[in-house]
């Protein structure tokens, strides 16, 4: 499921980002070879990162 509209960023990415470390929106980001645009999905994926969601590899 796409979670950035943006920067075409799904659940999966996000989730592979903090599987490899990310702990905060940015480094998701960073991770993902992309930077924040209108922000919309920062609360979301910092939801992500504080609950540790990890489905990569599932």
Known sequence: ???CN???LTDKQIS???AAGA??????YAACGCRAQCGGCTATILAMVRAG???AGK
């Open 53 to 55: 969601t990890c489905t």
């Open 6 to 8: 943006c920067n075409a």
């Open 1 to 3: 499921m796409y979670i």
């Open 23 to 28: 702990d905060r929106p940015h480094d998701v």
């Open 16 to 18: 592979a980002a903090v």
